[in-house]
């Protein structure tokens, strides 16, 4: 497999799980804000998406 290949591989696996981690959050409508456990756990779903994309940009950033 080339180096384009892994990275396209790569790409869409890390675009798949931040799509997936997505479906994790509630509907803004749904989250009630005094509800500490539910608020930790969208922040947390938030703080992976947050480091997923940073490793989609890292990914796109180097050359091949």
């Known amino acids: 497999m080339s180096s ?3 990275r396209k ?3 869409f696996a890390l675009a798949e799980r931040y799509c997936q981690l997505g479906r994790l ?3 803004l409508s749904d989250i009630d804000t005094d509800n500490d456990a539910q608020l930790a756990a969208a922040k947390l779903v938030l703080a992976e998406m947050t480091k ?8 796109l950033v180097r050359t091949p």
């Open 4 to 6: 384009t290949d892994e």
């Open 9 to 11: 591989n790569q790409f």
């Open 25 to 27: 959050l509630p509907a």
């Open 52 to 59: 997923t994309k940073a490793q989609i940009d890292a990914l």
